[in-house]
């Protein structure tokens, strides 16, 4: 074995251009499938890290009606905030919210929102509460980047908020927006306005209450809550976590396509080779080598392609690949709106695991690849390959 | 000249099947071979010289009769065993020299050595010492590319003599090689028959091979017309 790959590669390194080419095209290859899937891999912790720092916390308790995708839940979606946790509550460890709909009146249109009153002293998301305890408006609002530029409003506007308390009974006042925050994060922004818990409790006439309950990680195995349904993270992050899927399953493709057109280059270099080869073939099986150890000269050369192109790749990929995970990639202008959780900057997120699977993958199928025109070889005749007359 | 018989055939036919049906190419041979012998195989084109040499080279086997090399019958031996026939005791040298192009002067003859397993210090002394009987030390380091037809024959020479193999085939040695170069490659192959008692079978039509040969086998249409021994 040691021999075979010896002489493989001499005969690689002997073929010259045919080889460097083979080499090169199989280095991008290598190159873009670990760039694309460390790019979905840092985008997918990227998204759940801030979607954990900003709404879903280490977990979430939520008042049995709510539903997330029905509206009209939130009119039953509030129970009292269970009193064991009140001392958790008070440190800010772990934060209630109240939500409930609302109409807001910016530049005379009417735009629905999404109340969402949160504990003033919560610690435990990145929503920037603390600003309400510096204010003392009547109503604090705090509103994301895209509600504001959405809607035309700045810090220090006053804006009319309409909405509904518990009997039923419309009621409207002016909100100040106190504070814009700047998020990743579309499900906290897009069409909502973050005022005081204890505000909104009493705007709608539910004191005490809540509709979800943002746990920390530590807070999730103690606390037992009637009447609320305990979401982990796995179930909170699903969205994100099915998005990733669909956009791995769309990587996949682009890995076949460029796996397939790098396996396509060295499937055509070995038949070629082979038919070129023939000669020599027949002289290594005059000189004493078996069919199989020709085959495996052949199988081995072929796949010594992927083993240079992993040097190559790494020779110019390492940098590269440092460089941007360092650096992040830009995301296009707009993206904010697609409703994901994207970031302005995406920070590629290498793993070993990630690049070994790679690896081990593309010269997987560079053997076999390999092998497959080279099996060829052991159906020859030596006495034909000896003068090159096979067809 | 020892009187040692190391290939022995006997009623050796030949054929090959082909679109019309089928194409004898050796029909009914029966020869033996004594150590030492500088014996050709003459005859014209499609008169069997080079199947009869695949067959004791183990490159082929026949299709009926029997042909028993250094007590090995070549149509029993299956392709590993007739492998390692060829890797440690024939030696082979084609027409067009079939040297492997990527390789080195060295790098070609130490070859069949490689294969044997042997350590780097005997490689290197052997492959020393097989190029210097063939005067190529000062062509280590080139490539085939880089010789002459004549230079490129005698590293054949070289990689076929290196492992002191039992028997040397040698189809259409020089066919390629022109008048000056053909007799120096005859005459060292005479030489080396001397010294090592190396056998050596030629499948050739060229006179000038006929000239050193010390035993001529006529073959016409896949029978042996003429056996001569000469008295050189």
Same mark, same amino acid.
């Given at each position: 074995m040691k021999l075979l790959f010896k002489l493989a590669a001499k005969n690689l390194i002997g073929a010259g251009l045919r080889t460097w080419l083979n080499v090169i095209v199989l280095s991008f290859s290598f190159l873009i499938i670990i760039w694309h899937k460390g790019l979905l891999d840092g985008w997918d912790r990227q998204a759940k890290n801030e979607t954990i720092s900003w709404e879903t916390g280490g977990g979430q308790f939520w008042q @049995? &009606? *709510? /539903? #997330? *995708? /029905? #509206?009209? &839940?939130l009119t039953e979606a509030h129970t009292k905030i269970p009193s064991a946790l009140d001392s958790l509550v008070s440190t800010g460890n772990i934060a209630p919210i109240l939500i409930t709909q609302g109409t807001i009146y910016p530049r005379g249109r009417i735009q629905s929102i999404l109340i969402k009153g949160i504990s003033s002293n919560q610690k435990l998301l990145k929503i920037p509460s603390s600003l309400f305890l510096k204010n003392n408006d009547e109503i604090p609002a705090l509103i994301g980047r895209n509600t504001a530029a959405d809607n035309g409003l700045k810090e220090g506007d006053l804006i009319t908020l309409r909405w509904r308390d518990i009997h039923g009974t419309f009621d409207a006042n002016n909100i100040k927006i106190i504070g814009i925050f700047d998020t990743d994060i579309p499900t906290v922004d897009m069409g909502q306005i973050w005022v005081p818990l204890d505000h909104l409790q009493k705007m709608m006439g539910m004191p005490g209450e809540a509709t979800i309950i943002v746990l920390n990680k530590e807070a999730q195995g103690s606390i037992i809550a009637e009447g609320w349904k305990f979401k982990n993270n796995e179930v909170l992050l699903k969205s994100i976590t099915d998005m990733i899927k669909m956009k791995s399953v769309g990587g996949l493709v682009l890995y076949i396509i460029l796996l397939s057109l790098a396996m396509l280059a060295i499937f055509d270099t070995q038949v070629l080779s082979i038919f070129r080869r023939q000669k020599e073939i027949g002289t290594y099986i005059a000189l004493g080598m078996t069919r199989t150890q020709v085959v495996g000269l052949f199988t081995i050369e072929g796949s010594l392609n992927s083993v240079l192109a992993g040097l190559l790749a790494a020779l110019y990929g390492i940098p590269l690949l440092a460089l941007q995970a360092s650096k992040g990639l830009s995301m296009p202008? %707009? &993206?904010? %709106?697609? %409703?994901? @959780?994207? @970031?302005?900057k995406i920070y590629p997120a290498y793993s070993l695991g990630l690049v070994v699977t790679t690896i081990l993958l593309i010269m997987l199928t560079t053997t076999i690849v390999s092998y497959l025109p080279s099996r060829k070889i052991a159906k020859m005749k030596p006495t034909e390959a000896l003068r090159g007359k096979i067809q | 000249m020892e009187n040692l018989t190391i290939i022995s055939i006997e009623g050796l036919k030949k054929h090959f099947s082909m679109s019309g049906g089928k194409f004898t190419a050796l029909n009914g041979i029966d020869l033996e071979f004594r150590k030492g012998e500088f014996t050709g195989v003459v005859g014209p084109s499609g008169s069997g010289k080079t199947t009869l040499l695949n067959i004791i080279g183990s490159l082929d086997s026949p299709s009926e009769g029997k042909a028993i090399v250094l007590g090995q019958s070549i149509g029993d031996l299956n392709v590993k065993h007739a492998a390692m026939l060829r890797r440690s005791k024939l030696g082979f040298i084609f027409q067009s020299y079939n040297l492997l192009p990527v390789y080195t002067v060295f790098e070609n003859v130490e070859f069949p050595l490689l294969l044997l397993r042997l350590d780097d210090e005997q490689r290197r002394k052997m492959v020393m010492d097989s190029l210097e009987w063939l005067g190529l030390i000062d062509k280590l380091k080139s490539k085939p590319a880089q010789l002459s037809g004549g230079e490129c024959q005698r590293v054949a020479i070289a990689r076929a003599m290196v492992k002191k193999p039992e028997i040397v085939l040698a189809d259409e040695p020089t066919a390629n090689l022109d008048a000056a170069n053909s007799h120096h490659i005859l005459k060292t192959m005479v030489q080396l028959n001397k010294e090592f008692g190396t056998t050596f079978i030629f499948a050739t039509h060229d006179d000038k091979v006929i000239g050193y040969l010390s035993r001529k086998i006529s073959l016409v249409d896949g029978k042996v017309t003429k056996d001569e021994i000469k008295n050189n």
């Open positions: @049995a &009606s *709510y /539903d #997330p *995708y /029905d #509206p009209f &839940s202008g %707009g &993206s904010k %709106g697609f %409703g994901l @959780a994207v @970031a302005d | -």
